[in-house]
């Protein structure tokens, strides 16, 4: 099983994207899901969380731009990312929130954020 996120690019700061990820149900109920990021030189870090019941945390440096959520059908996770900044440039991953549950990492998508 691997978690294939999409939706990235390139993008000027001040911008928006989404992101999303397909999942099937029963990953995203038992861990909860979670975005990660891997910026060019720097550890793969949690930026955002979401259980299945809905609760959420971010990262202080994304908090109050970007929202994390899933749909009903908890097959589908979102990172709504706004106020973009160059700093955010990173290859975004998707995977379960708990270490424990945790899948192969997929290839990410790669956000830019430029003039």
């Known amino acids: 099983v691997q978690l294939q996120a999409s939706g990235g690019g390139l993008v000027q700061p001040g911008g928006s994207l989404r992101l999303s990820c397909s999942v099937s149900?029963?990953?995203?109920?038992?861990?909860?899901m979670g975005w990660y990021r891997r910026a060019p030189g720097k550890a793969r870090e949690l930026v955002a969380a979401v259980t299945s019941g809905g609760s959420t945390y971010y990262d202080d440096s994304v908090k109050g731009r970007f929202l994390i959520s899933g749909d009903n059908g908890k097959t589908t996770v979102y990172l709504q990312m706004n106020r973009l900044k160059p700093e955010d440039t990173a290859v975004y991953y998707c995977?379960?929130?708990?270490?424990?549950?945790?899948?192969?990492w997929g290839q990410g998508t790669l956000v830019t954020v430029s003039s």
């Open positions: 995977n379960t929130a708990s270490p424990a549950l945790r899948v192969p």
């Open positions: 149900g029963t990953i995203f109920k038992n861990g909860g």
